[in-house]
């Protein structure tokens, strides 16, 4: 029997949790990622399958406003989850399902995820 890696077990989580978790009109679906280098969240209407919002380290409105590029810690998926919910209360959206994409809810998707409930996004 083969030993699964990291990110395989990720990825049977993910899967579990998005049988779960689905956004609709009302209440879209918040989608985090992180890579090795940069952090990314996205806002779904998984009901039209349309991406409502979308930030990350790398997009040039982020580096632009903080200054900085790279999830290397805690700080910079802060400011991501206030950056995202900023764009998404410009929207009009402000209640979200989370979907943590499988990630142990701790460390930079926790960070993440209370700043964007500071910035007013309910989940």
Not at 26 to 50: T, V
């Amino acid at each position: 029997m083969a030993v699964k890696t990291r990110r395989q077990k990720r990825i049977i989580r993910h899967k579990r949790i998005r049988k779960k978790v689905f956004g609709t009109a009302e209440r879209p679906r918040l989608a985090f990622y992180k890579s090795l280098h940069n952090l990314y969240a996205q806002i779904i209407d998984d009901e039209k399958g349309h991406t409502l919002v979308s930030a990350s380290t790398i997009d040039k409105d982020f580096v632009q406003k903080y200054g900085f590029r790279g999830g290397k810690n805690m700080e910079i998926a802060k400011k991501l989850g206030e950056f995202i919910a900023e764009k998404a209360l410009e929207k009009g959206i402000n209640k979200v399902v989370f979907d943590r994409g499988g990630f142990i809810y701790h460390g930079k998707v926790k960070a993440f995820a209370e700043a964007a409930r500071e910035k007013g996004l309910k989940f």
